[in-house]
């Protein structure tokens, strides 16, 4: 990388989830960067590095590179419009109350403050995940906004990071994709994003709809892929088998692949069920109404999973009014604190609105779920969740859960009782010391563990 790429100035606009990361890479590849959020308390925490939610890897490097000056935070507009050559768009668009929409509320106003405080040439490049269309929109907004005589240009470059692998994704991608009508533009992000390209990530340069799509795509196909194996769960349910030889089987045809083939109570986070309500209401109000309603059941087998899971305890336990469930896991997934749309807080959620004395644990997701659902009871352990619980669902599939001895925990319940919400425990082991064990998707009359099994895992 020449000293002319690592000239560039750039500015990350939303320092949340992707902005953070975002930021501290573009700090990790050489670049001098400004982060800016509206929210001062977040800037002052980003600043004196600390981090304000669970992402390995990230504290080490907003650390080292606030530390060496390459990074600072700023809540000033004009600082940044008036600085940077290159202005990332990374606020949120979560989905709109009451509505399956996206609320573009922040992407809106973040672009045309940005703009307004333009006074030199630069390009403004969208992250954040829209509605197709919403670039073109923006360009017209900008050019409303901006004063003088700086030239801006508008680049869309959806970013397709996991939470738990962020820094990895953003750092070293499958790909890059960049929307835009101007190739010198393209090329800018060319520069950007050198190190990956010359280590071989491929570079897709494309259109602005194209690239505000593949987005959207992505995640429904992810979704989808989730959603179909879920509903072969139901099936399995009713006439035996398992859900997990089943996936491993299909995952073996490499035109399907066997990743995202885990059956189990479904998924949930910040991005997958509001971004498919998305594509689908903007797709509706296309007036292409069919086309994405497919969309709509892949949403209910995902939600009906979670019923599944409420529907089990109900049958294991008869009347579940003051029984005590241990759950096993709040975040949306393990290696992430994050809570939002999390299938095992919205089962634990619904079995305490049901009366029953619901103690969860989760080794990241304690604090964000208290905020959300205080009255829930917060263990400090595994064991402390168990202890003298009459049912025992796992729900997040971290670690520490997949180990557990089912003799030791067997000591401390009250009943024997467990649900593997996430497929990962193996049912004869748990059975072998007397538990009751129930699944989704698995009634085999194989043995757990057996040779063909162990393919995939
Ligand atoms: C997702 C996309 O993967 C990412 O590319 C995009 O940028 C943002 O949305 P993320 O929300 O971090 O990333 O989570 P992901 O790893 O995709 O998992 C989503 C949910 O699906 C989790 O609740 C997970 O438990 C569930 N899941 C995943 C399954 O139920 N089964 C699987 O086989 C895989």
Same mark, same amino acid.
Request: aromatic share 6%; charged share 25%.
């Given at each position: ?6 000239? *560039?100035?750039?500015?990350? %606009?939303?320092?949340?989830? *992707? ?60 600082? +940044? ?71 801006? @240009? ?23 994709? +960049? ?63 398992? %859900?997990?030889?089943?996936? =491993? ?15 189990? +109570? ?18 509706? !109000? ?12 892949? =949403? ?17 336990? !008869?009347?579940?009014? @003051?029984?005590? %469930? ?68 796992? *729900? ?8 557990? =001895?089912?003799?030791?925990? @067997? ?33 085999? +009359? ?12």
């Amino acid at each position: 990388m020449g000293e002319v790429i690592l000239s *560039l100035k750039i500015s990350v %606009i939303g320092t949340g989830y *992707l902005g953070a990361t975002h930021a501290a890479c573009m700090a990790e590849l050489g670049f001098e960067v400004v982060g800016l959020d509206t929210n001062p308390k977040k800037i002052e925490q980003l600043a004196a590095g600390v981090l304000p939610f669970h992402e390995p890897g990230l504290p080490e490097l907003l650390r080292k590179h606030t530390s060496s000056g390459r990074l600072r935070f700023t809540t000033s507009y004009a600082e +940044v419009g008036s600085w940077a050559d290159v202005h990332f768009i990374a606020v949120g668009t979560p989905q709109k109350a009451g509505d399956h929409a996206a609320d573009m509320t922040y992407v809106d106003g973040a672009t045309s403050t940005l703009a307004s405080h333009i006074t030199k040439d630069c390009l403004i490049v969208g992250k954040s995940t829209v509605p197709v269309g919403t670039a073109r929109r923006l360009g017209a907004l900008i050019n409303e906004q901006i004063e003088g005589d700086a030239k801006v @240009g508008l680049l869309w470059n959806p970013e397709f990071l996991r939470e738990g692998y962020a820094v990895e994704d953003t750092l070293r991608p499958d790909r890059l994709v +960049v929307g835009g009508d101007s190739t010198a533009a393209i090329d800018v992000l060319r520069q950007v994003y050198a190190t990956a390209i010359n280590a071989g990530t491929p570079f897709i340069a494309t259109d602005l709809e194209t690239a505000e799509l593949v987005k959207s795509a992505a995640n429904a196909f992810l979704a989808t892929k989730i959603s179909f194996i879920n509903a072969f769960s139901e099936v399995t349910e009713q006439v035996g088998g398992d %859900i997990r030889v089943l996936a =491993d089987a299909i995952g073996l045809d490499n035109r399907i692949g066997r990743r995202f083939l885990n059956a189990g +109570v479904g998924f949930g986070g910040g991005c997958l069920p509001k971004d498919i309500r998305a594509l689908q209401a903007r797709i509706s !109000e296309l007036g292409l109404d069919r086309t994405m309603r497919f969309l709509t059941e892949v =949403d209910e087998i995902n939600l009906r999973r979670r019923d599944r899971v409420v529907h089990l305890a109900h049958e294991i336990l !008869e009347d579940i009014q @003051g029984r005590k %469930i241990a759950i096993l896991g709040v975040a949306f997934k393990p290696h992430s604190d994050d809570v939002r749309d999390s299938p095992a807080l919205d089962v634990a959620a619904q079995l305490f609105n049901a009366g029953a004395d619901v103690s969860v644990y989760d080794p990241e997701g304690m604090a964000n779920a208290r905020l959300r659902f205080p009255r829930l009871n917060y263990a400090t352990s595994a064991i402390d969740a168990l202890r003298d619980s009459a049912l025992t669902i796992l *729900l997040t599939e971290w670690d520490e859960f997949k180990t557990l =001895d089912p003799s030791e925990v @067997g000591q401390m319940v009250e009943s024997k009782s467990i649900i593997d919400g996430r497929n990962v425990l193996r049912a004869d082991v748990w059975q072998d010391e007397g538990w009751r064990f129930e699944s989704l998707g698995r009634k085999s +009359v194989y043995p757990d563990g057996a040779p063909f099994r162990s393919v995939c895992s």
